[in-house]
């Protein structure tokens, strides 16, 4: 009898390895919390009104509908033993498990400042940045107030994507909309603990990122450490001393952790390291089990002394690597390739490294945008819509731009 | 000095007011409770995964953002006196007052049903009920159960659109996607009252929308009334007697009732109908005030013995008449054009009624798909999402297939 392959997580990695196995020998469960797959790095997108969360979210069962091996179920795992997972509403055994959970934000120890600095990993989060954004707007011209700031913690991609996008927002897309305000008057702080933003780049294209972050108006703060976060106001340590802060929006992009499943798994003999991730084996496998993959953002994945970073390619390598292994065309090492990085600041300007080629500006920026609606067209065979966004984007206009607040019911 | 004209609401009604004062020595100041405009019509779309919010809501500073007249607030109306309204957050003079915040659902008296069987008006309503009927093939599919049932009361253009809406997606958009089920296998029944569907129709073409349904594989029940809803469950009397029924999922399309406004200006000597709608004069002023005016679907106005049907149509005709009266361009009463009218009955079928010309079917079908996206693109100038969706839409093909749900936390 075919061999049953549970994977959890539909994410880059989960999806990958769920792709790969098409065609073998196996009968697959992918399981999800949600109905759908994300392109996260597109979520800061959504958070400033460029895209909407359809543009970059599609129905896992959907992308997966013509494959015959696999089947779809949208619940939570709770709870992970040597042969089975448990979920919300059954126990499912398995052969192989590849579990493929991610991360999430971390407050390192600060929880209750996640109601004021919200992260951004999931569509809600989006949404309610969004609408936080934008109330700040709405607030300042209902009241006539002229003070606007938004605080941007952690300058690594997302924080460097929002604190841009949202200063792009502010100086140029929102400019005719408002009477009693001057949008183009709102503060962008990024904060960083760090020395130099975007700091797993090499050091040149760092300095040309902070850059083109203060050419659009963001005021960059590196060597800043956050020390307590209220409603509306956070409190900094720089060089100088202590500083108060009042913030209508404060978005936190400053710290990950492994999913919580990482903690199931030790409770097999997994080692953990400080951010949560599972320590690995060359396989990818938590040592000691034959049959317990672990991938994408949960692994920890050592290579040449260096973490491989938790970024989307990293994880759909390990997924492609992980299927190989099941299928039997592999016994070799997982080896990461890294193929070049690239962050965005805003619009038409960014930074790409790839190692040998590394440049910035503009054509950082449309290699960025080129890459990534290939991507999304990938996932979501929608081409107008994203030469829509795209050109909605060279142009400055953000049509998503929805405030939309739900209830205590969730409505 | 120039005339302050307050207008609150920024539906079609309102909005169609301020732009019809553009140009005008008048100081214009709209508030709504959301930053968006909403294309209501096409809510049942979003509810049923074929757009997106962002594509049939616009903010409403952006639509008005080239008027320099106006100034749009977010904020939400509590009081209405002779001469100023009170807001969360300010207290308003205005010289001149239109109020055009519309209608909400109404459960006749059973409003704990609301938790239940959430009716359409709002996004956070579409996105909500997009979630439990896409959540209830979810659940088919990881319990194994082929028992799924949906359930849509009242059969006027909403509660049509719902049931033809989610036949359609039953039985064909996600025909490949499950393995443990079958979604066609989807029961949808349709409940009314009356002894027809869309009874303001003539009913020969009545006839046919309920023939266009059932071949869609609708259950069509009328002259059946809803006594009771629970959670996943309802009690139905037919003329054979009762009848329990289960359902994952029920739509509330039976009543509508005006916004709670309305019980404002009765304390200004309003008279409201049944329905809670204020009876206006002639010029849709409250009689005995010279400047407030009431339109769209908050209005009672009737016409040669009948009422105004609250559509877009009338609600824009009013928005335009009164900018007229205040501009003083007109001193003649308001009439009403009936332009026709147009329902659409899942893809590719629908009745459209143009007084002499009437038609059934594809043609129907086209004609609604057309005027829509017309009007849509006027409010977004998105042409190529719009002819994505249209295309979208015709394969049958829906994007926005999301389960977003929310926590407690509005998160």
Redesign the interface.
Known sequence: MAQHVVIVGGGFGGLTAAQELNGADVEITLIDR???HLFQPLLYQVATGGL????I???I??IL??QRN??????TVREIEADRVVTD??TIPFDQLIVATGATHHYFGNDQWE?HA?GLKT???A??LRAQI??AF?QA???GSADITFLVVGAGPTGVEMAGAIAEMARHTLR?????IDPAAARVLLVEAGPRVLAAYPEKLSRKAERQLVDLGVEVMTDTTVTEIGPGRASLVTAEGEVEVEAQAVVWAAGVRASSLGEQLATLGADLDRAGRVRVDEALRVPGHQNLYVIGDLAAVEQDGKPVPGVAPAAMQMGSYVADRIRGMTEAPFTYRDKGSLATIGRSAGIADFGRIRFSGFPAWAAWLGIHIFFLIGF?N????M??WAWSYFTRNR?????????????
Chains 1, 2 share one sequence.
Do not use: C
């Open positions: 949600t109905n759908h909407s969360p359809a543009d979210a599609s129905p069962r959907y509908r013509r696999v089947r779809v179920i949208e619940d509403s059954a109601d919200p569509l809600p989060d949404t309610r934008l109330g709405e011209e209902r009241t005719r909309d408002f009477r009693a979501q929608r081409i107008l819509v030469i829509q049509s998503a731009r929805l405030i939309v607040r739900y209830d205590r019911n969730g409505r």
